[in-house]
């Protein structure tokens, strides 16, 4: 019985973000794409948080989002994000402000404020586990 224990109680654990530990504090998409976020609490060193500018489907695993445009994937760097740090990722250059690691597939084109951005975690970038954050300045939904 313990042992079965223990394993629910790592798989519970092992996620490192959940809703709301980063919020996003600006995008920019005028002139050099980007944006930079927050984090409300720690994160560790090697956690991937997701980003992408496609659209949300409310699909399962694989479907979130639409395709066609692109996403990020930001790795911590060692040493991990402490909370109240400000985070801010070029999309043209692929670089971070804190020297974690910038991946990006596709195109995150963040055209003058009408792209949502969305910041996921997951075990991959079609598997959405947790959205953490949503950015998006327009008029409508």
């Known amino acids: 019985m313990k042992k079965f224990f223990t394993i629910i109680f790592v798989f519970l654990f092992s996620y490192s973000c959940w809703a709301g530990d980063i919020v996003f504090t600006l995008v920019n998409s005028d002139g050099n794409n980007g944006f930079a976020f927050v984090a409300t ?46 985070v801010s990722i070029d999309t043209d250059a692929e670089t971070s402000s804190n020297g974690g690691t910038v991946v990006e597939t596709g195109s995150v084109d963040l055209l003058n404020g009408v792209e949502p951005v969305y910041a996921y975690y997951g075990t991959n970038s079609t598997t959405v586990t947790e959205i953490l954050s949503v950015f998006r300045d327009a008029p409508f939904w």
Do not use: K, L
């Open 41 to 86: 609490t720690n994160i560790s060193a090697g956690t991937v948080i997701y980003f992408t500018d496609n659209e949300w489907t409310g699909g399962n695993a694989g479907t979130a989002f639409n395709t066609g445009e692109g996403i990020i994937a930001y790795t911590v760097p060692v040493g991990g994000i402490s909370e109240g740090t400000v």
